[in-house]
């Protein structure tokens, strides 16, 4: 099944992306991945992904091509097409592919050119895998409340603590990993640094099994030591620059649910033309018409806001007056997630019985969508953003 690709004519795009998409839904249709160990289908889309370049718009070119990326800088627009048609096709290759650009965003927007010169191209071209370690076990939702903690020693710094939730855990080659370096300072004690993989005194062994196959682990940092040039930023600016992160991707955690209720709603249109029932078709009737027609509003709407947010911050980029876009991605990230769950659940119901079978696509978007209303901020927190907005303006 191939997704309609009619939106890319809107005004929020360029020629640019509209010749990306284009390309990218016909490599995508032609990708067929077995994702039973979802870590092995990880890596392999991880290679996937890169050999055919896709990647190198999870980072920026540099000034002298020299990062790898294919846009000059990170484009959210392009983001959230990578993300949508990736989903449409395969919620885990968006995952992949989502993981490179957030695992090694801090590192676009903050890394010294040595940091980015020695993680960018390597990400671009899926020869290293990228993770971003933010939440703790008490300290989700409310990510200044994180307690792992790195303290200098000589000119080393010495973290420990764990980690959890933590997406690629277990596959990743780095973890973009934010602690504490200031216990009392609240969100102003924060600091990312870059954590190898093989770094001793990092376990990322524990993995932890979710209802829609991803690789997720807890990491144990136990007096993990790490060089003074793996600190990313300045001291204690780390959550700015978490937040920063999450502004971008957010907007893209709005496409790939998108694309997966977009998927849906192919899904059920299909499926109603041809399933007979009563002497007609399940589209015959006024009842699946309705269905139909308010899971089209819902996906449309949530593009829309979706559209908006890319753009704006594409905009701000290009016209050099970047202002923050937090609450405009708030408000993509939930009402693309929280539209796309019910377009999935209308889609399920519409297939019957056959929608809660094992292995019929609406069930498995059925699980895999869940997770999106949690991840990279509840709903809560994309309502508690919006709203905090909204008073200071
Ligand atoms: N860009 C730049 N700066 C930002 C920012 C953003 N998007 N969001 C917040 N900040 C700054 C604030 O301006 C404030 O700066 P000062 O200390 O200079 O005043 C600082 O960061 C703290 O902001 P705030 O007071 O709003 O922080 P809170 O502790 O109240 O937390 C929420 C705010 C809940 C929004 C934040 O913790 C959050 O997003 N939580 C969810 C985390 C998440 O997504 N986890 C999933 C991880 S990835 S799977």
Not at 42 to 64: K, S
Not at 114 to 120: I, M
Not at 153 to 167: A, E, M, Q, Y
Not at 178 to 183: I, S
Request: aromatic fraction near 8%; glycine fraction near 8%.
């Amino acid at each position: 099944m191939t997704p309609n690709t009619q939106h890319l004519a809107l005004p929020f795009f360029d020629d640019v992306h509209r010749a990306l998409g284009a390309g990218l839904v016909h490599w995508a249709a032609a990708q067929q991945v077995d994702e039973t160990d979802d870590r092995a289908a990880c890596r392999e889309w991880v290679q996937r992904l890169g050999d055919a370049g896709w990647l190198r718009y999870c980072v920026p070119a540099g000034m002298n091509g020299e990062f790898g990326g294919a846009l000059p800088k990170l484009d959210s627009r392009a983001l959230v097409i990578l993300r949508e048609t990736l989903a449409f096709h395969s919620p885990l290759a968006d995952f992949a592919f989502a993981m490179q650009g957030l695992g090694s965003g801090a590192i676009t927007l903050a890394g010294t050119p040595a940091q980015q010169a020695a993680y960018l191209p390597q990400v671009a071209s899926g020869k290293k895998i990228a993770a971003f370690a933010l939440s703790e076990a008490d300290a989700g939702s409310d990510a200044g409340a994180m307690t792992t903690s790195a303290v200098p020693h000589h000119s080393d710094w010495v973290i420990n603590g764990s980690k959890t939730w933590i997406s690629n855990g277990g596959i990743a080659d780095f973890y973009v990993t934010f602690v504490k370096t200031d216990a009392d300072a609240g969100t102003r004690g924060i600091t990312p640094f870059i954590v190898d993989a093989t770094t001793p005194g990092l376990d990322a062994s524990e993995h932890i099994a979710v209802m829609a196959p991803h690789p997720l682990a807890t990491l144990a940092f136990s007096n993990c030591v790490v060089p003074a040039a793996s600190q990313l930023g300045s001291l204690n600016d780390g959550f700015k620059l978490a937040m920063q992160t999450l502004d971008i991707f957010r907007a893209s955690v709005a496409a790939a649910a998108l694309g997966m209720a977009r998927r849906a709603l192919a899904e059920a249109v299909s499926y109603s033309k041809q399933r007979r029932m009563f002497g007609g078709k399940l589209s015959d009737f006024q009842l699946t018409q309705a269905k139909l027609g308010e899971m089209a509003a819902l996906v449309d709407a949530a593009a829309l806001l979706t559209y908006r947010a890319a753009w704006l911050r594409d905009e701000g980029e290009r016209t050099g007056h970047l202002a923050r876009v937090t609450a405009e991605a708030a408000m993509a990230k939930m009402t693309a997630t929280e539209n796309a769950q019910r377009v999935i659940d209308m889609a399920l119901q519409l297939h019957g019985g056959l929608g809660v079978k094992v292995g019929s696509k609406v069930e498995s978007l059925y699980r895999d969508i869940r997770s999106l209303r949690i991840y990279e901020g509840a709903t809560e927190v994309q309502q508690l953003i919006i709203g905090k907005a909204l008073i200071k303006a």
